[in-house]
């Protein structure tokens, strides 16, 4: 079946330093993905999407790189803040299939000051 | 914020009692949407209305009984669920029309006793 997951399900780091968080995807035909932030207490937030005519997008301290070769995909999070701690999932969407995303179980992010 | 708001943010039920959860968007979106978010478990998609018609029920039990009165309004209405029901219930909307991208509310923490 169709699935996403990530790689580690906790990750910690030193603030300051940049994290890098992966998902994988099994879906070769997904042509869109999408990481949220979830911080405790709230809903998932959008954080940054890409499509598969792309390879990588940045926005402000985040990057998304997407190698569809071996169907990975990372969230690059550039001097990590304290703020940043939360559990952040990647989703997949295909198109044909009515573009409705399909979630990863979550890695969750702690940042030690 | 994110332009979605549910109601109430927490609820404790019985499992005979009838309740109904509500979302809310000021966002001008033409799709909504209902997850369950369980513990250690990625989001489940439950309902998506376009355009108020319901377009996905994802084999959801009939305890689980959705309304969309408007493109603005969604409901969920509970009715004599089970302990194991008990999770983060989360509202999300989106443009519609192939627009994937989710805008999430904070959820309804419920507790079935």
């Known amino acids: 079946g169709e699935s996403v997951g990530l790689h580690l399900p906790t990750l910690s780091v030193q603030e300051g330093d940049n994290s890098i968080i992966n998902c994988a995807y099994s879906?070769?035909?997904?042509?869109?993905f999408i990481w949220y932030k979830q911080e405790s207490g709230k809903g998932p937030q959008f954080i940054i999407d890409i499509r598969s005519n792309m390879d990588k997008r940045q926005g402000q301290r985040v990057t998304v790189l997407l190698n569809k070769t071996v169907k990975h995909l990372s969230l690059q999070i550039a001097a990590t803040q304290p703020g940043d701690s939360a559990v952040y999932f990647c989703a997949e969407a295909y198109y044909n299939q009515g573009g409705k995303l399909i979630f990863g179980q979550g890695t969750e992010l702690s940042v030690k000051p | 914020e994110t332009g979605v708001t549910q109601t109430p943010r927490h609820l404790v039920m019985g499992m005979t009692n009838k309740k109904s959860l509500k979302c809310e968007q000021h966002l001008g979106h033409n799709a909504m949407y209902w997850y369950k978010q369980s513990a250690k478990k990625p989001l489940e998609l439950m309902f998506v209305y376009n355009f108020k018609e319901q377009t996905e029920n994802n084999s959801v039990p009939s305890r689980f009984s959705p309304e969309c009165p408007n493109s603005s309004h969604l409901f969920l209405h509970l009715h004599t669920l089970q302990p194991e029901d008990s999770a983060l219930y989360l509202c999300?909307?989106?443009?519609?029309?192939?627009?994937?991208?989710?805008?999430f509310g904070s959820g309804t923490q419920l507790s079935v006793l």
């Open positions: 999300a909307s989106s443009q519609g029309g192939g627009d994937e991208k989710l805008f």
């Open positions: 879906n070769s035909a997904s042509d869109y």
